[in-house]
Structure formats: structure tokens, C-alpha cells
């Protein structure tokens, strides 16, 4: 089955910190893989395609086949990085995305 | 660019009662998808429209139904509220499928009372 496994539902760091928000998924083959972050009050927005390998706003994320993971990282934690993130991998079918429950991080000073 | 609106941004319903969640787009985007959003549940596919004139259930269908009315639009009805479907609505968007990420609607948020 395909799913995607966000295991913390919040994350606590001090400003200048390092995050790494974890994300594990099921799928057979190659997936198609993303991150979504939501800001209070906002509508959601992505923020990382795999398959693109950028750096948006200093996170960066890597696909581990082996481990079948797809954590965030940023070296050092902002106060507006405080927000809902969701990891979400393409289905099998090519239809839709399959999301996680969502990591909330929260930076504090 | 508008980018996904949805109408209303807010709503009070009573149980029984129905209503219809508007969605337009305006990038010309082929597939339109409808999520739920439940705190400690993420975000939860209801139904999706992968091309004008074509629909299908997602993960939570059961009380709700979908009109693909053209390109730009894609409407979520729900004929009899619940109590269980308070909940926060999302209408996403992209150009052909998920591979390049979807264009999120702001929400609505809707309580069935």
C-alpha cells in the first residue's frame, strides 16, 4: 500500500537550531515525492519537489531509496519557518497525491 | 493571477442540511482535485477530476458528490450534512498530474452543527 509516514506531530527548535523533519513513505518503483508547507492562516503551498532537487527558503530534502525517506533540513531554524508541513508522494496510479498528517514546527527565540 | 479561488471562505451549516463548495481556476490547469483537511488527519482526498468531463472517488467520498463544469471549474456538494464532515475543504489544481505539484485554493472552512 501506498502511504506516507510523518512520525512527529510537532517539532520544537530555538531560532538558529537545525530541523530535520522526517517523512518515510511506501511505494513500489520510483516515487514522485514532495513537501507542502501551510503558514497560519494560509492556503498551502509546495515547497520542494524531489525531482528538482532545488533549495527553497534553505530547506533541502533527499531521497533515500534504502531507507525510503524524504526528510526536510535546514542548517539553522528562522522564526517564520514556524508552520504545518506535509510530505506528500504521487500514487501509483498517476492520479493524485497522498499526504501525511503534517510535522507542525515550531521556532522559537 | 488568481491563481484557485474558493467560495464561501466560511460556513454554518445544520445537519440535513446541503450545500455546494465552488472552485475555479484560472491556469489552465487539466486536473482539479477536492481534500479535506482534520487535525492529526492531514489532508484527505474526496474526488478527483484528472480532465474536464471525467471524475473519480478519492479516499472519503461517501457524502459528497463532484461536478466537473468545465476546464476552469470543479464544485463539491454535499447533499446532507454531518457533523463528521466539519472540516476544512481544500481545491487544488495542477497542469497535467501531481508531478508538478499542485496550486492550493485558500480553504473553506465549514462547521456542521
Known amino acids: 500500500a501506498q502511504r506516507v509516514t510523518q512520525p512527529e506531530k510537532l517539532l520544537s527548535v530555538f531560532k538558529g537550531a537545525p530541523v530535520e523533519l522526517k517523512c518515510n513513505y511506501s511505494y513500489s518503483g520510483s516515487p514522485e515525492l514532495f513537501w507542502y508547507v501551510q503558514y497560519s492562516r494560509q492556503r498551502l503551498q509546495l515547497l520542494l519537489r524531489h525531482i528538482s532537487r532545488e533549495s527553497i527558503k534553505g530547506f533541502t530534502a533527499d531521497l533515500n531509496k534504502g531507507e525510503t525517506s524524504f526528510h526536510l533540513k535546514k542548517p539553522f531554524a528562522q522564526e517564520e519557518d514556524s508552520a504545518m508541513y506535509y510530505c506528500a508522494l504521487g500514487d501509483q496510479a498517476g492520479t493524485a497525491l497522498i499526504f501525511g498528517k503534517g510535522t507542525t514546527l515550531s521556532v522559537s527565540s | 493571477n488568481a491563481g484557485v479561488t474558493q467560495t464561501p471562505k466560511f460556513q454554518v451549516l445544520k445537519t440535513g442540511q446541503s450545500m455546494t463548495l465552488q472552485c475555479a481556476q484560472d491556469?489552465?490547469?487539466?486536473?482539479m482535485y477536492w481534500y479535506r483537511q482534520d487535525p492529526g488527519m492531514g489532508l484527505r482526498l474526496i474526488y478527483y477530476?484528472?480532465?474536464?468531463?471525467?471524475?473519480d472517488k478519492g479516499e472519503v467520498p461517501n457524502g459528497y458528490n463532484v461536478s466537473r463544469l468545465n476546464k476552469r471549474e470543479f464544485s463539491l456538494r454535499l447533499e446532507s450534512a454531518a457533523p463528521s464532515q466539519t472540516s476544512v475543504y481544500f481545491c487544488a489544481s495542477s497542469a497535467v498530474t501531481q508531478f508538478y505539484g499542485y496550486t492550493f485554493g485558500s480553504g473553506t472552512r465549514l462547521t456542521v452543527v
Open positions: 491556469m489552465n490547469h487539466n486536473s
Open positions: 477530476s484528472a480532465s474536464e468531463g471525467t471524475t
